[in-house]
T-cell receptor, first 114, second 114 residues
Framework: GAGVSQTPSNKVTEKGKYVELRCDPI?????LYWYRQSLGQGPEFLIY????????DSGLPNDRFFAVRPEGSVSTLKIQRTERGDSAVYLC????????????FGEGSRLTVL | AQSVTQLGSHVSVSEGALVLLRCNYS??????LFWYVQYPNQGLQLLLK??????LVKGINGFEAEFKKSETSFHLTKPSAHMSDAAEYFC????????????FGSGTRLSIRP
Protein backbone atom coordinates (compact mmCIF):
# COMPACT_ATOMS: atom_id res chain seq x y z
CA GLY A 1 0.00 0.00 0.00
CA ALA A 2 0.92 3.66 -0.14
CA GLY A 3 1.18 4.25 3.60
CA VAL A 4 2.39 2.57 6.77
CA SER A 5 0.08 -0.25 7.71
CA GLN A 6 -0.34 -1.55 11.24
CA THR A 7 -2.24 -4.61 12.35
CA PRO A 8 -4.28 -5.25 14.34
CA SER A 9 -5.88 -1.85 14.78
CA ASN A 10 -7.27 -2.99 18.10
CA LYS A 11 -6.16 -5.78 20.41
CA VAL A 12 -7.74 -6.72 23.71
CA THR A 13 -5.91 -9.29 25.76
CA GLU A 14 -5.70 -10.59 29.28
CA LYS A 15 -2.93 -9.88 31.73
CA GLY A 16 -0.08 -12.34 31.29
CA LYS A 17 -0.77 -13.12 27.63
CA TYR A 18 1.65 -12.72 24.70
CA VAL A 19 0.95 -10.14 22.00
CA GLU A 20 2.41 -9.40 18.58
CA LEU A 21 1.88 -6.14 16.73
CA ARG A 22 2.82 -5.87 13.07
CA CYS A 23 4.05 -2.93 11.03
CA ASP A 24 4.34 -2.83 7.25
CA PRO A 25 6.33 0.28 6.30
CA ILE A 26 6.30 2.29 3.11
CA UNK A 27 8.14 0.39 0.40
CA UNK A 28 11.79 1.44 0.17
CA UNK A 29 11.97 3.08 3.58
CA UNK A 30 15.05 1.82 5.37
CA UNK A 31 14.32 3.33 8.78
CA LEU A 32 11.53 2.03 11.01
CA TYR A 33 10.49 3.28 14.43
CA TRP A 34 8.19 2.03 17.17
CA TYR A 35 6.61 4.45 19.61
CA ARG A 36 4.09 4.04 22.41
CA GLN A 37 1.46 6.67 23.10
CA SER A 38 -0.54 6.74 26.29
CA LEU A 39 -3.65 8.86 26.71
CA GLY A 40 -2.80 12.55 26.87
CA GLN A 41 0.88 11.97 26.18
CA GLY A 42 3.21 12.37 23.27
CA PRO A 43 4.68 9.41 21.45
CA GLU A 44 7.34 7.69 23.57
CA PHE A 45 10.30 6.25 21.65
CA LEU A 46 10.75 2.49 21.93
CA ILE A 47 13.10 1.24 19.20
CA TYR A 48 14.59 2.26 15.86
CA UNK A 49 15.67 -0.04 13.04
CA UNK A 50 18.00 0.84 10.20
CA UNK A 51 17.57 -2.02 7.78
CA UNK A 52 17.40 -5.31 9.64
CA UNK A 53 19.27 -4.24 12.74
CA UNK A 54 18.09 -2.38 15.80
CA UNK A 55 20.14 0.81 15.78
CA UNK A 56 18.72 2.01 19.07
CA ASP A 57 16.54 0.00 21.44
CA SER A 58 17.07 2.21 24.45
CA GLY A 59 13.36 3.00 24.75
CA LEU A 60 12.17 -0.55 25.32
CA PRO A 61 10.86 -0.45 28.90
CA ASN A 62 12.01 -3.93 29.96
CA ASP A 63 12.89 -7.36 28.65
CA ARG A 64 9.24 -8.26 28.09
CA PHE A 65 9.37 -6.08 24.99
CA PHE A 66 11.16 -7.20 21.85
CA ALA A 67 11.03 -6.20 18.20
CA VAL A 68 12.34 -7.75 15.01
CA ARG A 69 12.69 -6.76 11.38
CA PRO A 70 14.22 -9.86 9.79
CA GLU A 71 14.13 -8.84 6.14
CA GLY A 72 14.45 -5.11 6.54
CA SER A 73 10.80 -4.44 5.75
CA VAL A 74 7.98 -5.69 7.98
CA SER A 75 8.55 -5.38 11.71
CA THR A 76 6.89 -7.12 14.64
CA LEU A 77 6.74 -5.77 18.16
CA LYS A 78 6.40 -8.58 20.67
CA ILE A 79 5.21 -8.18 24.24
CA GLN A 80 5.46 -11.08 26.66
CA ARG A 81 3.51 -11.49 29.90
CA THR A 82 1.45 -8.39 29.26
CA GLU A 83 0.57 -6.10 32.14
CA ARG A 84 -2.25 -3.59 32.49
CA GLY A 85 0.32 -0.81 32.27
CA ASP A 86 1.17 -1.91 28.74
CA SER A 87 -2.20 -0.61 27.56
CA ALA A 88 -1.52 2.14 25.02
CA VAL A 89 -1.51 2.90 21.32
CA TYR A 90 1.59 1.50 19.66
CA LEU A 91 2.70 3.58 16.71
CA CYS A 92 4.96 2.57 13.88
CA UNK A 93 6.68 5.02 11.57
CA UNK A 94 9.07 4.70 8.66
CA UNK A 95 11.36 7.06 6.77
CA UNK A 96 14.04 7.17 4.12
CA UNK A 97 16.80 7.61 6.68
CA UNK A 98 17.57 8.74 10.17
CA UNK A 99 18.61 12.30 9.36
CA UNK A 100 15.53 13.55 7.58
CA UNK A 101 13.26 13.77 10.58
CA UNK A 102 10.25 13.21 8.39
CA UNK A 103 8.49 10.16 9.72
CA UNK A 104 5.46 8.59 8.10
CA PHE A 105 3.20 7.14 10.74
CA GLY A 106 0.65 4.39 10.69
CA GLU A 107 -2.65 4.78 12.49
CA GLY A 108 -1.46 2.67 15.38
CA SER A 109 -2.44 -0.48 17.19
CA ARG A 110 -4.50 0.10 20.30
CA LEU A 111 -3.61 -2.48 22.95
CA THR A 112 -5.86 -3.00 25.95
CA VAL A 113 -4.73 -5.36 28.68
CA LEU A 114 -7.50 -6.43 31.00
CA ALA B 1 20.69 15.76 25.68
CA GLN B 2 18.09 17.22 23.39
CA SER B 3 14.49 17.62 24.51
CA VAL B 4 11.38 19.68 23.86
CA THR B 5 8.78 21.12 26.22
CA GLN B 6 5.32 22.15 25.13
CA LEU B 7 3.60 24.77 27.25
CA GLY B 8 -0.13 24.23 27.57
CA SER B 9 -1.72 20.85 27.12
CA HIS B 10 -4.90 22.44 25.76
CA VAL B 11 -5.42 25.63 23.78
CA SER B 12 -8.82 26.93 22.70
CA VAL B 13 -9.28 29.74 20.19
CA SER B 14 -12.18 31.16 18.24
CA GLU B 15 -12.51 30.51 14.54
CA GLY B 16 -10.59 33.22 12.71
CA ALA B 17 -8.36 34.02 15.68
CA LEU B 18 -4.60 33.69 15.90
CA VAL B 19 -3.25 30.28 16.82
CA LEU B 20 -0.08 30.15 18.95
CA LEU B 21 1.26 26.85 20.24
CA ARG B 22 4.43 27.04 22.31
CA CYS B 23 7.49 24.82 22.16
CA ASN B 24 10.84 25.30 23.84
CA TYR B 25 13.82 23.10 23.21
CA SER B 26 16.98 22.12 25.00
CA UNK B 27 20.00 21.19 22.92
CA UNK B 28 23.76 21.43 23.17
CA UNK B 29 24.05 21.24 19.38
CA UNK B 30 22.15 23.04 16.62
CA UNK B 31 18.76 21.32 16.76
CA UNK B 32 16.58 19.92 14.04
CA LEU B 33 13.01 20.75 15.11
CA PHE B 34 9.63 19.60 13.89
CA TRP B 35 5.93 20.04 14.38
CA TYR B 36 3.65 17.09 13.80
CA VAL B 37 -0.15 17.08 13.79
CA GLN B 38 -2.53 14.28 14.69
CA TYR B 39 -6.09 14.68 13.49
CA PRO B 40 -8.77 12.56 15.16
CA ASN B 41 -8.53 8.91 14.15
CA GLN B 42 -5.53 9.55 11.89
CA GLY B 43 -1.82 8.95 12.12
CA LEU B 44 0.66 11.71 12.91
CA GLN B 45 1.85 13.73 9.95
CA LEU B 46 4.62 16.23 9.51
CA LEU B 47 3.45 19.85 9.56
CA LEU B 48 6.81 21.56 9.12
CA LYS B 49 10.48 21.27 10.01
CA UNK B 50 13.53 23.39 10.70
CA UNK B 51 16.98 22.09 9.92
CA UNK B 52 19.27 24.89 8.79
CA UNK B 53 18.90 28.15 6.90
CA UNK B 54 15.84 30.37 7.12
CA UNK B 55 14.53 30.55 10.67
CA LEU B 56 10.92 31.12 9.61
CA VAL B 57 9.57 27.92 8.14
CA LYS B 58 6.23 27.43 6.48
CA GLY B 59 4.22 24.26 6.58
CA ILE B 60 0.98 22.86 5.35
CA ASN B 61 -2.44 24.38 5.98
CA GLY B 62 -1.12 27.88 6.59
CA PHE B 63 0.98 27.07 9.64
CA GLU B 64 4.43 28.44 10.23
CA ALA B 65 7.04 28.37 12.97
CA GLU B 66 10.04 30.49 13.81
CA PHE B 67 13.27 29.16 15.23
CA LYS B 68 14.59 31.59 17.84
CA LYS B 69 17.93 30.53 19.19
CA SER B 70 18.10 33.31 21.76
CA GLU B 71 14.81 32.15 23.26
CA THR B 72 15.34 28.43 22.57
CA SER B 73 11.86 28.42 21.10
CA PHE B 74 10.08 27.02 18.06
CA HIS B 75 6.50 28.24 18.45
CA LEU B 76 3.83 27.31 15.93
CA THR B 77 1.47 29.96 14.60
CA LYS B 78 -1.39 30.42 12.18
CA PRO B 79 -2.94 33.85 11.57
CA SER B 80 -6.54 32.68 11.31
CA ALA B 81 -7.85 29.46 12.83
CA HIS B 82 -10.21 27.20 10.94
CA MET B 83 -12.49 24.57 12.39
CA SER B 84 -10.50 21.90 10.56
CA ASP B 85 -7.38 22.83 12.56
CA ALA B 86 -8.77 21.10 15.65
CA ALA B 87 -6.20 18.40 16.39
CA GLU B 88 -3.31 17.39 18.63
CA TYR B 89 0.01 19.09 17.85
CA PHE B 90 3.40 17.73 18.81
CA CYS B 91 6.75 19.47 18.82
CA UNK B 92 9.71 17.17 18.21
CA UNK B 93 13.51 17.20 18.03
CA UNK B 94 16.13 14.87 16.65
CA UNK B 95 18.26 13.42 19.43
CA UNK B 96 21.76 12.31 18.54
CA UNK B 97 23.02 9.32 20.48
CA UNK B 98 24.08 5.95 19.14
CA UNK B 99 21.66 6.66 16.33
CA UNK B 100 19.43 9.58 15.53
CA UNK B 101 15.89 9.35 16.82
CA UNK B 102 12.92 11.70 17.00
CA UNK B 103 11.73 12.66 20.48
CA PHE B 104 8.29 14.21 20.91
CA GLY B 105 6.85 16.66 23.37
CA SER B 106 3.74 15.88 25.38
CA GLY B 107 1.44 17.56 22.88
CA THR B 108 -1.06 20.41 22.79
CA ARG B 109 -4.69 19.83 21.97
CA LEU B 110 -6.09 22.67 19.87
CA SER B 111 -9.83 23.32 20.03
CA ILE B 112 -11.60 25.80 17.77
CA ARG B 113 -14.73 27.59 18.98
CA PRO B 114 -17.31 28.54 16.32
Amino acid sequence: GAGVSQTPSNKVTEKGKYVELRCDPISGHTALYWYRQSLGQGPEFLIYFQGTGAADDSGLPNDRFFAVRPEGSVSTLKIQRTERGDSAVYLCASSWGEETGELFFGEGSRLTVL
Amino acid sequence: AQSVTQLGSHVSVSEGALVLLRCNYSSSVPPYLFWYVQYPNQGLQLLLKYTTGATLVKGINGFEAEFKKSETSFHLTKPSAHMSDAAEYFCAVIVYSSASKIIFGSGTRLSIRP
